[in-house]
């Protein structure tokens, strides 16, 4: 797999609202726009422009001309007779941040329920089960919702609890990447999720194909995605027979801050001992900051050691930027609007779905082409 840009433009980070958006104050400060100009300002396709378009002059918003669209005039009545019904169907959805990993995932979602004529209501969240409850409960009893997307803490006894409340909801539940486990038999949710094991897995057998044949895993357990990747590493050693007994896994979840320096000189120490060439680190956020710590301890990238992150939400700024397993976001947004307006269009007589999607591994510098050398003594003077 080739090296991803280390960028995309500005324009197809905003949100389907944001641009259209975007459109009306074009219109308002110039009284008309091409498709074409605006499609290159924002960075999108002609083709999105036109949808956008379409779907304000459907509203009566704006009025459609060759090529663009001006502000309505009270002489073209075509808009307000091509107007749209009201939403058919209004979905709740309660996500545990608004400023990583879940904006893409949103951003999926409310696409999805554009092309489908459905509501999308969001509500930012925390990692804690009784702020899950709050929002949720938020939207139940203030916007008359028919549906739920929601991504809870499902951690410890208050998780367990907020699971078989979601399940005994009289409204339909899609969890987005999040499965509910065994000991919880939620038999009405639905969710869609991310295959975190299976990408795991290929960032280890990447890491083998270039030499490498100790590979660690150094992830936080305070995440919900890090049981998934911890056993997809488990399970690709075992594949490729080597011993998980001796590997170096660490948990950065109780080091942070002035701390960090600290644990990842103990996790370079692991790696001196054990001959270990290669580590996998979730979430990239934490891989960024562990590169950097190597390169100032005088090792070389991925020379001494490869390093391969997990998310890739900011891999790619780090010097060197950082291969990483890269989650599909927006389909998880996507898909989970799927199974809901199936969901609301069938009702009970649907049988439940649960689906995992697989993500994709981006490859750059920092764990390709590096020559394979003995590790242990450039380690050792690092240290």
């Known amino acids: 797999m080739s090296p991803e840009q280390p960028s995309e433009p500005a324009g197809k980070s905003l949100f389907s609202l944001q641009r259209r958006e975007r459109l009306m104050e074009e219109l308002r400060a110039h009284g008309a726009i091409t498709v074409r100009g605006i499609?290159?300002?924002?960075?999108?396709s002609e083709l999105t422009i036109r949808r956008d378009v379409n779907l304000l002059a459907d509203e009566g918003l704006v009025s459609r001309v060759h090529g663009g669209a001006t502000l309505p005039s009270p002489l073209d009545r075509s808009a307000a007779a091509g107007r749209p019904p009201h939403h058919s169907y209004s979905i709740g959805m309660v996500?545990?941040?608004?400023?990583?990993?879940?904006?893409?995932?949103?951003?999926?979602?409310?696409?999805e329920a554009e092309q489908q004529n459905l509501r999308i209501l969001v509500r930012g969240s925390a990692y804690d089960a009784a702020d899950n409850r709050r929002q949720v409960q938020a939207l139940l009893d203030t916007q008359n919702i028919d549906g739920l997307i929601v991504a809870p803490d499902m951690t410890g006894g208050h998780g367990q609890e907020l699971l078989r409340w979601l399940n005994a909801l009289p409204i339909p539940v899609v969890l987005a990447e999040r499965r509910s486990p065994t000991e919880v038999p939620a038999h009405r949710l639905e969710w869609v999720a991310t295959d975190h094991a299976f990408g795991a897995g290929m960032a280890v057998r990447h890491l083998w194909q270039e030499g490498h044949r100790r590979i660690g895993c150094l992830t936080d357990s305070a995440s919900p995605t890090s049981p998934h990747v911890v056993r997809g590493w488990r399970q690709a050693l075992g594949a490729l027979k080597i011993p998980a007994e001796g590997s170096v896994h660490e948990d950065s979840a109780k080091h942070v801050n002035g701390g960090r320096d600290t644990h990842f000189d103990h996790v370079l120490e692991l790696c001196r001992q054990t001959g270990t060439t290669a580590m996998l680190v979730h979430s990239d956020t934490q891989a960024v900051a562990f590169v950097?710590?190597?390169v100032d301890k005088g090792l070389q990238v991925p020379g001494d050691i490869a390093i391969v992150g997990y998310d890739d939400e900011v891999a790619y700024l780090a010097e060197p930027a950082i291969s990483a397993v890269r989650p599909p976001k927006q389909y998880v947004g996507k898909v989970a609007v799927q199974l809901m307006a199936a969901r609301l269009a069938e009702g009970r007589m649907r049988p439940v779905h649960r689906i995992e999607l697989n993500p994709e591994l981006i490859l750059r510098e920092s764990s390709v082409g590096a020559p394979r050398i003995p590790a242990a003594a450039a380690l050792q003077d690092s240290l």
């Not at 499609?39 to 999108?44: D, E, F, H, S, T």
């Not at 996500?95 to 696409?111: C, E, F, K, M, N």
């Open 39 to 44: 499609a290159a300002k924002l960075g999108v």
């Open 95 to 111: 996500v545990p941040s608004l400023d990583y990993y879940w904006p893409q995932v949103i951003s999926g979602a409310r696409a």
């Open 292 to 294: 950097q710590h190597c």
